[in-house]
């Protein structure tokens, strides 16, 4: 993959990843993490090779069709990125709102994520009355909200403190454990190494290792 | 089902979006009433005039002055000549009694009474002629001009041309005016609905990020800037029909003709703003997000 600018942010790259995997994404910042996420949810098509995604191939894939793949994809992130002025339960209902999904799936779905995330109490409150722990489980709640195949978790834990963050850590597991895929981008080496998860490991946009069952570092 | 929820969504957005930035909204909403009180104007003016053209071509007469001592026998003889013309309706001979009777009538009109001091004031006769197409004032008139038995030809060509090159200049300097105002209202518009982007774009992000499809992202925005459109439209309505009937005389006033405009063409304005409200709207936003959603994703 290769930007505009001449830089090339990921090379070589072969991975396959079978649905309800469990796998950690590695590197330093700048190994091409980012970039490695963006061809999944196709915000960049590869300029050379090939991506496929549940069952879709991505460098074929017509601009109508973008949709319809990011539904099948969840994705949360470092910042969580909820609407400020809408309360949990519109965060999440947000998601279903604006693919045009019946007031009645709506009403349905809301709760149960809440549910699943433990955040039904909270269902009324701003993000900014939510600590980080919340806020990203509202962030998840959203992403799973169309009942993703994969869920893309990019530095999830990444502004929060260790106890937060291994809670956030169990939910993303429970979440596996119920059938969807998971791929987390992590700097977290506690997590990684306590885990021994399949780790792929990415430095200047190569990847330099694929382990399964793995820890942070390579281990010799 | 889902396409009720589209439209639902959309609207319910426009709406929240229009008073977010309620300033520029409001803004932009002005300029459209601008642009559509001109061209109300225009159109009125126009379609006055025009009404006023239609009195002179309804008039458009020759007149013939005829030389003094024609015999009743040599007057019927030129009547049915003319009469012959192609392009004239009627031809009516006005004796030199009847041409006396008009001019004192005329004067009573206006409260006088004709004096002559005593002093006999011969008239001419004359052949009032009344055609069916205008265009045939120039052919009687030469005809007329070099024969023997007429005096003197007068027509109402120059008055029609006057007012027809009247009506043009205020169309042309009005269409161009209205053009640019346009312009003005495009780009009001455009930058609206820009702001407006700019201001949703963490949630624009969301909802590509969530498998939103091109038109749940455009059509609120496109429907924001139907929105200025259609306000300013209705306001600009309310101000033509308050202002309708005092503008009535004061045009026939100032034009000195029969301009007034029948109530039917209210309607048929209304509907053209309404049509030129939501269709600046429209082109205005849709440009905007054209521009700027297709390059973000």
Not at chain 2, 29 to 45: G, Q
């Amino acid at each position: 993959m290769t930007y505009p600018n001449g830089k090339v942010a990921l090379a070589d790259v072969n991975v396959s990843i079978q649905g309800g995997d469990f796998v950690f994404l590695v590197g330093p910042s700048g190994a091409g993490k980012s970039t490695f996420i963006r061809l999944l949810i196709r915000e960049q098509v590869p300029t050379a090779g090939n991506v496929r995604v549940a069952g879709h191939d991505l460098h074929r894939m017509r601009r109508g069709q973008v949709p319809g793949l990011r539904r099948r994809i969840g994705i949360v992130f470092q910042d969580f990125r909820l609407l400020p002025n809408k309360t949990v339960w519109e965060n999440v209902a947000f998601a279903l709102d604006v693919t045009g999904s019946p007031r009645a799936i709506v009403r349905q779905r809301v709760p149960q994520l809440l549910n699943l995330v433990g955040l039904h109490d909270h269902a009324h409150h701003l993000p900014t009355q939510l600590s980080g722990g919340e806020q990203q489980r509202t962030a998840i709640a959203r992403a799973l909200v169309h009942d993703p195949a994969i869920l893309i978790a990019d530095e999830p834990t990444g502004n929060l403190d260790p106890v937060t963050s291994w809670e956030i850590i169990q939910l993303l597991i429970q979440i596996n454990e119920l059938g969807t895929t998971v791929l987390m981008a992590t700097h977290n080496q506690e997590i990684v190494n306590a885990m021994r998860r399949r780790v792929l490991a990415l430095e200047g946009g190569q990847l330099v290792r694929d382990e399964a069952a793995a820890a942070y570092e390579r281990e010799y | 089902m889902p396409f009720v929820r589209f439209i639902g969504f959309s609207i319910i957005r426009a709406w929240q979006g229009f008073w977010r930035n309620a300033m520029m909204s409001l803004a932009a909403t002005a300029t459209v009433i601008l642009m559509l009180v001109l061209l109300s104007a225009l159109l009125i003016v126009i379609t006055g005039l025009n009404s006023g053209l239609e009195f002179i071509e309804s008039k458009v007469a020759v007149t013939a002055q005829l030389e003094d001592g024609l015999t009743d026998a040599a007057v019927a003889t030129l009547t049915r000549e003319v009469e012959a013309v192609p392009g004239v309706a009627s031809v009516e001979y006005v004796s030199p009694a009847a041409a006396m009777r008009r001019l004192e009538e005329s004067y009573r009109e206006t409260g006088q009474e004709l004096d002559t001091g005593g002093a006999t004031i011969r008239l001419f006769a004359s052949l009032e002629i009344s055609l069916d197409d205008p265009d045939a004032s120039g052919t009687v008139s030469a005809e007329l001009t070099d024969d023997p038995r007429v005096e003197r030809v007068l027509t109402k060509q120059a008055e029609y041309d006057t007012l027809l090159g009247i009506i043009n200049v205020i169309r042309t300097v009005g269409l161009v005016g209205i053009g640019l105002v346009g312009l003005t209202v495009l780009f009001m518009i455009i930058n609206t609905i820009r702001i407006a982007v700019y201001s949703r774009a963490n949630e624009i992000e969301i909802m590509r990020l969530v498998g939103a499809s091109d038109s749940f992202i455009r059509w609120p925005f496109i429907l924001e800037g139907i929105l200025c459109g259609l306000v300013g439209a209705l306001v600009t309505i309310v101000l033509v029909a308050v202002v309708w009937d005092p503008i009535q005389p004061a045009m026939v006033t100032i034009f000195q003709m029969p301009t007034a405009v029948s109530a039917r063409f209210l309607t048929t304005l209304s509907v053209l703003l309404l049509a030129v409200g939501l269709g600046v709207g429209a082109l205005g936003s849709w440009i905007s997000v054209r521009s700027y959603l297709s390059a973000a994703r």
